[in-house]
T-cell receptor, first 116, second 113 residues
Framework: DSGVTQTPKHLITATGQRVTLRCSPR?????VYWYQQSLDQGLQFLIQ???????AKGNILERFSAQQFPDLHSELNLSSLELGDSALYFC???????????????FGPGTRLLVL | GQQVMQIPQYQHVQEGEDFTTYCNSS?????IQWYKQRPGGHPVFLIQ?????EVKKQKRLTFQFGEAKKNSSLHITATQTTDVGTYFC?????????????FGSGTQLTVLP
C-alpha cells in the first residue's frame, strides 16, 4: 500500500459525459501528479500540482482539467469524453518536486475509465 | 523538452535467462529512478541513482548510472516469473522550479516458465 488513494476504482460512462477522478496523496506529500496509461502503453504525464499550485503540464487535453485543494487532495476532471479516453488514470504523490528522495513518486492504485 | 528513451519496448525471456533494459536521456540527469509495474498493478519505486558511474544491487537486480549521467541500465540475473512486469526509468533534470522527473516509455518483460 503506497498511501495514495484514488476513487473510484472503476468508472463506466458514455461518450460526451463528464467525470471526476479523485486522489488523496500520502500524508506529508505536497506534490500530486496525474498520468494516463492506455492499454499496454507507457505513462503519459498529464499535469502536476505542488502545494495547491499548478507546476507543470504535460500532454493534457483542453477537455481535461485538474486542481489541488487546500487539504492537498486533487481532482482530475474529464469532459466531453471520447472512446479514446478509455484508460487507466494514475495519481502519484511526492514530498516535493525536487531534491533526490523527495521527488520519489508514490502511485495510487489507479482509476480504470471505460467510455462506451 | 527533455526526453527519456527506453529500450527495448518488449522483451520475452526464458526463465533463468538474464534481462537488461536501457535508458537514455538527451540531457544530463540529476538523478535517475527505476520503477516496476506488475500486470494489473501500479508503478512501484525500486531505486534511485545519483552519482556518476554509480552501481547499486538489489538481490538479482543491478542498476547502473552512466559516467556522463545521461544513461542508465537495469540488469536482472537469472530471471524468475516474479520478475514479470513493466520496468520504467525516470530521469530528473533541471533545478529549482524547472526541475522535472520524466518517465521513459517502459520495457515490458515477459518470463516464460
Amino acid at each position: 500500500d503506497s498511501g495514495v488513494t484514488q476513487t473510484p476504482k472503476h468508472l463506466i460512462t458514455a461518450t460526451g459525459q463528464r467525470v471526476t477522478l479523485r486522489c488523496s496523496p500520502r500524508s506529508g506529500d505536497l506534490s500530486v501528479y496525474w498520468y494516463q496509461q492506455s492499454l499496454d502503453q507507457g505513462l503519459q504525464f498529464l499535469i502536476q500540482y505542488y502545494n495547491g499550485e499548478e507546476r507543470a503540464k504535460g500532454n493534457i487535453l483542453e477537455r481535461f482539467s485538474a486542481q489541488q485543494f487546500p487539504d492537498l487532495h486533487s481532482e482530475l476532471n474529464l469532459s466531453s469524453l471520447e472512446l479514446g479516453d478509455s484508460a487507466l488514470y494514475f495519481c502519484a504523490s511526492s514530498v516535493s518536486p525536487w531534491g533526490g528522495n523527495q521527488e520519489t513518486q508514490y502511485f495510487g492504485p489507479g482509476t480504470r475509465l471505460l467510455v462506451l | 523538452g527533455q526526453q527519456v528513451m527506453q529500450i527495448p519496448q518488449y522483451q520475452h525471456v526464458q526463465e533463468g535467462e538474464d534481462f537488461t533494459t536501457y535508458c537514455n536521456s538527451s540531457t544530463t540527469l540529476s538523478n535517475i529512478q527505476w520503477y516496476k509495474q506488475r500486470p494489473g498493478g501500479h508503478p512501484v519505486f525500486l531505486i534511485q541513482l545519483v552519482k556518476s558511474g554509480e552501481v547499486k544491487k538489489q538481490k538479482r537486480l543491478t542498476f547502473q548510472f552512466g559516467e556522463a549521467k545521461k544513461n542508465s541500465s537495469l540488469h536482472i540475473t537469472a530471471t524468475q516469473t516474479t520478475d514479470v512486469g513493466t520496468y520504467f526509468c525516470a530521469g530528473s533534470v533541471g533545478s529549482g522550479s524547472a526541475r522535472q522527473l520524466t518517465f521513459g516509455s517502459g520495457t515490458q518483460l515477459t518470463v516464460l516458465p
